[in-house]
């Protein structure tokens, strides 16, 4: 049986004579203010009163002292085995990594998870925690890749993995999902045989939309683009009609009388009838002649023999 320190019993014993006096003078000092003077008489149960109130005063602070000593000792060693908790250590972000896609390709594969064996991480290259679930996919025909990103905060990271040799590889590739069409655009196309010489309009052509993979760039787009041009070769219907297809038409011959405007642009307008002194295409300058005074002039062709003045 261990005895008591004989210093810690001194001590024990010394405070509580300094709290006994202590409490003992504070009731002195309060019956002298209240002028409360004890009587000689000794057979008055007064006498004891002060004496008996010291000594319940003492024993209450004793024990709500050591009460008190014993909750703090009880919090103080919770507190320590709650901070302390040995064997738990947070996961560091890149095992986190090499665990799911070590699990994700054992899973698309249909492998065990212990086959399944991942190249080194690049030193190089930190992993950073994600907040949310990882996603992985492989972006590329090999297997051997995976792509492991996450969307918060915003990374992504390409991991090696090897798997067994009768592991079914073609099981390895993720399902996928339905690839986005490619994007589409409106052209003309002939909407009826076209053959050439034929000099076009809005009812040889149609606007379809069609993919854009594989369309020349030269393709026409607008019915604007074919008025009073000219096929130069045969082109077959729902064909795409591309700009060297056509050309401007002829819609003006030499030695033909056309009709010749002037001053559109400055808001009135003056007609005649001139002469074509040689052929012309839509949009060129050809020279016109006037019959009348024999004057020389200049224009572009506009239309079906009509000429604006230059």
């Known amino acids: 049986m261990k005895l008591p320190d004989p210093a810690g019993l001194f001590a024990d014993v010394q405070a509580q004579s300094l709290a006994t006096e202590g409490l003992s003078g504070l009731v002195l000092l309060l019956l002298n203010t209240l002028k409360v003077t004890p009587t000689v008489k000794t ?34 060693a919770s ?47 930190k992993v950073r925690s994600c907040e949310k679930a990882l996603v992985m996919d492989q972006p590329f025909p090999s297997p051997e890749t995976v792509r492991v990103r996450c969307s918060q905060p915003v990374w992504q990271q390409y991991v ?22 490619p994007p589409k655009r409106w052209v003309l196309v002939a909407s009826m045989p076209l053959q050439r010489g034929m000099t076009l309009n809005e009812t040889h052509v149609e606007r379809v939309q069609v993919d854009t ?39 003006v011959k030499r030695g033909q009388v056309v009709l010749l405007s002037v001053g559109q642009t400055q808001g ?6 001139v002469e074509a002194m040689q052929d012309g295409r839509f949009g060129e300058h050809i020279k016109l002649k006037n019959r009348d005074s024999g004057r020389e002039l200049s224009g572009r062709v506009q239309g079906p023999n009509q000429v604006v003045g230059l």
């Open 43 to 76: 057979s008055t149960p007064m006498k004891h009163a002060p004496q008996m109130l010291c000594r319940f005063l003492d024993q209450l602070i004793a024990r709500g002292l050591m009460l008190g000593l014993a909750l703090w000792l009880c919090s103080a």
């Open 79 to 125: 507190f320590a085995a709650g901070n302390a908790k040995p064997g738990t250590t947070a996961a560091l972000p890149g095992d986190v990594l090499q665990a799911a896609v070590k699990n994700w390709v054992a899973q698309s594969a249909k492998v065990p998870a212990d086959q399944v064996t991942l190249a080194p991480l690049d030193a190089r290259v």
């Open 160 to 181: 090696r993995v090897n798997l067994p040799s009768k592991a079914p590889v073609s099981h390895a590739q993720p399902k996928l999902d339905k690839p986005q069409e």
């Open 213 to 251: 993979l594989g369309m020349p760039v030269n393709v026409l787009e607008l019915a604007s683009e074919v008025i009073y041009a000219e096929v130069v070769r045969d082109v077959r219907p729902g064909v795409p009609l591309r700009s060297h297809d056509i050309r401007p038409a002829v819609l």
């Open 268 to 273: 009135f307008q003056i007609s005649a009838r």
